[in-house]
């Protein structure tokens, strides 16, 4: 996959710098090289490659090849939530509930959980489904996180299935 990858890069695909980024992030017949990952993930978000910025973004908040940096993080998922990417909205939904670079908002939190579940992300439902079953910036309601998490669970979402056990006991 790899010299498809690159062939691909090398005639300015996004999607294949991407990709190879991917490839040198994750150890994919490549060492893991997060500096090479870095730099093909920057350059696919460059060209405006939704999958490149969150990935860049991941880079920023594990302070993988590069120094930890939620702002940046937080940039980037934005200009990918903006391009309609779901996991950049759960991601800054995470940020928002954990109070990572940003003011801790479970209110935020919600808005870009709620942004990922309307473009049927099951990570976004599932996280909705935490907030209600916890009361995080919403009235606690377990019927509604019940809700979520059978949303999520139908989409495949193990954590969400895990939940659904714990409240059927």
Do not use: T
């Not at 994919?28 to 500096?35: E, M, N």
């Not at 090849?65 to 996991?87: H, I, P, T």
């Not at 992300?121 to 309601?141: I, K, R």
């Amino acid at each position: 996959a790899r010299q498809w990858y690159e062939k691909a890069a090398a005639a300015g695909n996004k999607d294949g710098m991407a990709n190879l980024g991917f490839l040198y992030n994750q150890g994919l017949g490549v060492a893991i090289d997060y500096q090479q990952a870095f730099q093909w993930f920057e350059k696919a978000a460059d060209g405006d490659n939704a999958q490149g910025m969150v990935n860049l973004g991941v880079l920023y908040v594990q302070g993988l090849g590069v120094k930890q940096d939620y702002g940046k993080a937080r940039q980037w998922f934005e200009r990918s939530a903006a391009n309609g990417n779901a996991q950049s909205m759960v991601n800054l939904g995470f940020l928002y509930n954990n109070g990572l670079g940003v003011d801790l908002d479970y209110q935020q939190a919600r808005l870009w959980y709620e942004k990922a579940a309307a473009v049927h992300c099951a990570s976004g439902m599932y996280n909705l489904g935490v907030l209600y079953e916890h009361g995080l910036g919403v009235p606690q309601d377990f019927e509604q996180a019940r809700n979520w998490f059978e949303k999520a669970a139908d989409l495949g979402d193990v954590n969400a299935a895990i939940e659904l056990k714990k409240i059927a006991r």
